[in-house]
RNA sequence: GGAGGGGUUCCCGAGUGGCCAAAGGGAUCAGACUGUAAAUCUGACGCGAAAGCUUCGGUGGUUCGAAUCCACCCCCCUCCA
């Protein structure tokens, strides 16, 4: 009656709700069990939000149960209306199925297939969902389904009742599809359990229900809490947008110093909810930040934890090996080889030709991808905010961009690491 | 099919003929303070170095002048049939 892994998991406070919550622990004691969570296509890759159910997966895989992934082929072509605020835009199947591709290797990463008895699996419910016809649909699987049960469901009261938005017929159907998977994957890997988003509370319950009455199975249900934090602004959005977890759309150093940067009052509960540290570990930390002044520690070890599990040893080493050069080391240090090293790490760098130089710094930041718009250049010109290898420069050099990239002041004769602001840094190399 | 309500700059949300590139809030960016924090304060926040140019669902029109008025169209919501 009393898991091991679910104190470790309630004592991390990574569970939210549960279904079935009696039964639960005893269940997963009395052996292996296989669990599923759902991640749908809706981009080429997964962000960080996904990282918790990921991570929750491999939680219970060292627990001895087996995960299974789900990447949602089928799902992804509908769309989850849960608290969504208005319909979403539908993705062609080609979009989709690429998508699907990429998922499942990213998903791959965070699981074990190689663990014998309790060896991990990816699959797609396009797989079980492509090939069912209307009528089948609408026989056996719809007929369950009371719509005065799933208008009750808070994932899509509010659509119902909201003044000014509505759900499709499509999404709302979404719920039907997902409880449709969890019922096939007990039929076929002997799945008992689901875990998800506490966004997802309503679509796992509807699928409970299901397999119950399909196949006559109890299953079970858990849900993470939503990640928030403590400045109530939302959890993976930064100014250069969505943290992704694929490196070549958020590099390993802006993954990393993501983490470094995240609030005191936030650290301590993301290493509960991000790391495989232990919980007595991790309290440790906070004890020892509270006694110290100044910067606490607790940012590092989780920036360092979380790019390690997400892009290996190398990611990491190479996020810490530009973030030691550009916040504490001087530049002039940096030999040639250090220079190309960062850029290949992931240092945001362009090459550009003496020849080509745009009229205006303004328009030469903006086009690097350094500031939004020229105002903002002009607004960080205008207050000595911009550096080109540490000199700064003022809102007089803006259209003097030969002067500012004077060939005596190049590191190595091409390189110029300019700085806008306090984090902002762009490597240009130029001949 | 009928009746009504609505589509404003990233988001929310004012604005109902000139004073509107469009209040206010949020988000974001920069500065000060700091720890590459938080809180706070300051500035910016359609594009442009500037002159200037382009916005208020779309297309036309009225007017010296429109986000604001008119016509038609598209989309969304609510209720009725």
């Excluded at 040893?313 to 030999?335: D, K, N, V």
Aim: glycine residues 10%; charged residues 25%; aromatic residues 10%.
């Amino acid at each position: 009656m009393s898991s091991a892994l679910l104190e470790e998991l309630r004592a991390r406070g990574l569970i939210f709700q549960i279904a079935g919550e009696d039964e639960l622990a005893g269940w997963l004691d009395g052996g292996s069990r296989t669990l599923y969570c759902g991640f749908d296509p809706t981009a080429d890759s997964l962000h960080i939000g996904s990282l918790v159910p990921l991570l929750m997966l491999r939680r219970f895989q060292l627990a001895g149960h087996r995960p299974l992934a789900l990447v949602g082929g089928a799902t992804g072509l509908i769309g989850d209306p849960s608290f969504k605020a208005q319909e979403r835009q539908l993705n062609t199947a080609d979009v989709v199925s690429g998508w699907v591709e990429k998922l499942k290797r990213q998903v791959s990463q965070f699981i074990d297939f190689e663990a014998g008895e309790n060896s991990a699996e990816v699959v797609n419910n396009l797989d079980w969902v492509a090939g069912m016809d209307v009528l089948t649909f609408l026989r056996d699987v719809g007929k369950h389904f009371s719509v005065n049960a799933m208008i009750q469901k808070e994932s899509v009261k509010q659509r119902i009742e909201r003044e000014g938005s509505g759900i499709s017929y499509t999404e709302f159907t979404y719920m039907i599809l997902q409880s449709f998977d969890f019922a096939e994957l007990n039929k076929r890997y002997d799945c008992t359990l689901q875990l998800g988003g506490s966004d997802q509370w309503g679509n796992i319950t509807g699928g409970i229900d299901l397999t119950r009455r399909l196949n006559g199975n109890q299953v079970f249900g858990l849900t993470m809490p939503l990640i928030t934090k403590a400045d109530g602004t939302k959890f993976g959005k930064t100014e250069s947008g969505t943290i992704w977890l694929d490196a070549k759309k958020t590099s390993p150093y802006a993954f990393y110093q993501f983490w470094l940067g995240c609030a005191d009052a936030d650290a301590y509960r993301f290493l509960k909810y991000f790391t495989f540290l232990d919980v007595a570990e991790i309290d440790a930390i906070e004890r020892s930040d509270a006694e110290r002044q100044g910067r606490p520690e607790a940012q590092a070890v989780l920036a360092q934890e979380v790019t390690r599990l997400v892009h290996g040893e190398a990611g990491l080493s190479a996020a810490q090996r530009i973030t030691e050069s550009l916040f504490s080391g001087s530049i002039e240090a940096l030999s040639k080889d250090d220079l190309a090293q960062l850029r290949q790490d992931g240092l945001p760098a362009s090459s550009i030709v003496r020849a080509a130089f745009p009229d205006t710094l303004t328009q030469m930041l903006t086009d690097a991808g350094m500031a939004a718009s020229g105002k903002q250049v002009k607004d960080a010109l205008g207050r000595n905010a911009v550096t080109v290898n540490n000199r700064p420069l003022g809102w007089d050099d803006n259209a003097r961009v030969d002067a500012c990239f004077d060939p005596g002041e190049a590191l190595h004769s091409r390189y110029y690491l300019v700085r806008l602001g306090k984090k902002k840094y762009h490597l240009f190399d130029i001949e």
